[in-house]
């Protein structure tokens, strides 16, 4: 069984168009994260949120709306997409240490292939 | 420059030798985690160090940890071809941040 899986692998769109990526993740984690990859590997951490609740946003903008409808799904959705959006989106989830928010160990979805022409 | 950078960014090596890579993060962390992506997959966890913790030991794999510095190193021991991958760092916050580093490219000829 596949923990931490996302729709869809690959999304190839024109500019200016509204898409969604879906993730799902069955480990029972109360912490699920969008990361992106650019072309050179960078991976940046987008949005985090701990039960539903969004308790990370970096700088990303607006055109970027992550939707959490229960602890095992969160899915961004992506407005007026440009050029620059292209890159390899991944989600992750992972359970809390201890009484805080630092993750144990991240399960990462095998990635979507964003391309916008 | 980015919180979690590493260094070597490439890394080219002989089967059996050791390697190397480097990695410094700039706040406070609650934990460092390293972790390994191959070519079009996503990442996958290797090891976890805590703040509180100097070294940690799994299997062929030797994390060190100095908070003084803010710096980590991960050492694989006799390199593998399997071992060819990219290798990343993640620093981690309280608040339930995480930092990942640029990466290191690691490849093992065999």
């Known amino acids: 069984d596949t923990a931490v899986s996302q729709t869809p692998k690959y999304l190839v769109t024109q500019m200016g168009n509204d898409k969604s990526i879906k993730c799902e993740q069955n480990l029972g984690h109360d912490t699920m994260y969008w990361y992106k990859q650019d072309s050179k590997k960078f991976l940046k951490i987008m949005f985090s949120?701990?039960?539903?609740?969004?308790?990370i946003n970096e700088t990303v903008p607006n055109r970027f709306s992550p939707k959490s409808p229960d602890k095992a799904h969160l899915n961004l959705h992506i407005n007026s997409l440009e050029l620059g959006d292209s890159a390899v989106y991944f989600c992750a989830s992972s359970q809390p240490r201890g009484t805080g928010l630092s993750p144990n160990e991240q399960f990462f979805g095998p990635g979507t292939r964003l391309t916008v022409l | 420059s980015q919180q979690g950078e590493e260094d070597p960014q490439a890394l080219s090596i002989q089967e059996g030798e050791n390697a190397t890579m480097n990695c410094s993060y700039k706040?406070?962390?609650?934990?460092l985690q390293w972790y390994r992506q191959n070519s079009g997959r996503g990442l996958v966890h290797l090891i976890l160090?805590?703040?509180?913790?100097r070294e940690k030991h799994s299997g062929r794999l030797r994390v060190t940890l100095d908070t003084s510095k803010k710096s980590s190193s991960l050492l694989i021991t006799a390199s593998r071809a399997a071992d060819t991958a990219s290798y990343f760092c993640a620093a981690n916050t309280n608040a339930g941040k995480s930092t990942f580093g640029d990466g290191t490219t690691l490849t093992v000829k065999p």
């Open positions: 949120y701990n039960n539903k609740e969004l308790i």
């Open positions: 706040t406070s962390i609650n934990n």
């Open positions: 160090i805590r703040s509180n913790e």
